[in-house]
Nanobody, 124 residues
Framework: QVQLEESGGGLVQAGGSLRVSCAASGRTFRTDAVGWCRQAPGKEREFVAGINWSGGRSSYADSVKGRFTISRDNAKNTVYLQMNSLKPEDTAVYYC?????????????????WGQGTQVTVSS
């Protein structure tokens, strides 16, 4: 079983940047796809970005395409989400999740393991 821990959230002004990280422990997740999802108050959890096991393929929600970049360092067992040009509507708790399949899914219910989340707040 893998444990995931997010870090790097915080408060940032609109237009600013933030990088959140997801570190895995318990077992390596270098063969897993990893996704970032978010949940804003009163809304359902939604897919943000996903990356395949090698880092060679990634996918993004339309709302973040061109602004967010997902990457991974398998040697460090860590996945990152670089968020640029942040908007107030990006405010949410951001979760990383691992999927034992090699390729990422946009369906949040298919992820096998979840972290506790990190709060990202974008002020206008």
């Amino acid at each position: 079983q893998v444990q995931l821990e997010e870090s790097g959230g915080g408060l940032v002004q609109a237009g600013g940047s933030l990088r959140v990280s997801c570190a895995a422990s318990g077992r390596t997740f270098r063969t897993d796809a990893v996704g970032w999802c978010r949940q804003a108050p009163g809304k359902e959890r939604e897919f943000v970005a996903g990356i395949n096991w090698s880092g060679g393929r990634s996918s993004y929600a339309d709302s973040v395409k061109g602004r967010f970049t997902i990457s991974r360092d398998n040697a460090k067992n860590t996945v990152y989400l670089q968020m640029n040009s942040l908007k107030p509507e990006d405010t949410a708790v951001y979760y990383c999740a691992a999927d034992r399949a090699a390729e990422p899914t946009t369906y949040t219910f298919k992820y096998d393991y979840w972290g506790q989340g990190t709060q990202v707040t974008v002020s206008s």
